[in-house]
């Protein structure tokens, strides 16, 4: 993933790309060589020639990389999953905000969804709908379907929703299909399944308003806004909107944002508690019934 990152840095004319450091210096003169980089001989020596950081390393090496780079006055760009949880990257982005640090967690469908007009998104939301089906097993098989598949469309509803749940159900099926249901209070809910036992892919998300219907298909890079018919096609390079996102926010010091980005996380734990897969809600999280939300589809 990283490689990917720096392959689009490098094409770009408003940035210099200071260098790149990997844990494996043979991935690393691998890379540099490859792309014309310069490899960083340590960490906290690419940090010192740096303004800005993407960090695409493994989830375990997350906080600790990202907490270097914040100390270091460095804004962050952060693959997901933030870290293994929610207390470690609340840490991050507090640290974050009191160093005037930009932190970001990339989700490639968030920044797909800045694409689509504003004038076209429901203002009063009243339900988000989410299918995402994969046939392919995780690559890491310890991986969890919240955190792994699930938390991109928690992540898209926590930008749109800006309400904390009162209940939250969730259940596995025989079939493979994790489902869960939020509910916000005052006729507002989100409903998302996924799955890694699919027979085809699906990335579909849908967005209810008073009057408005916008309906999203990420897997076919589409959108269609129903009571008017309007209608569009989603970037399909994600990385290089990704990217602009993240720039943009540091050139516009867009600092305070990220407490849609923590929303999303305690939302997935609380989703797993309500699956059993959690001993503890963390502070602030909604009361958790287990139980099988409705099946409504799209």
Known sequence: MGGIHLTRLVERADIEVSGLYDYSPVAAAALGEMLDVRVAASLEELLFESDALIIACSTSAHFDVTMKAIEAGVHVLLEKPATGSVDLAMRL??????????MKVGFLERARLSAIPDGLLPREITTVRAHRFSVNPPRDPSADIVADLMIHDLDIAAQLIDREPISVEAHEA???VTSCQ???GDGVQAVF?????ANELSRVFA????SKQLFIDFQKSVYREIATG???ELPTDAITLECSTFLDAIRSGKIKEQHRQVRSLHWGEAIRLAL???SALPVGSPHISA???????L
């Open 207 to 210: 967005i209810e308003g008073e």
């Open 276 to 278: 059993g897969r959690t």
């Open 193 to 197: 399944s996924s799955s890694y036992r």
């Open 174 to 176: 025989a079939d493979g």
């Open 182 to 184: 939020i509910d916000f």
């Open 230 to 232: 309007a209608s569009g």
């Open 291 to 297: 139980s099988a939300p409705e099946s409504k589809p």
């Open 93 to 102: 982005f507090k640290r974050a905000e009191e160093k005037n640090v930009v």
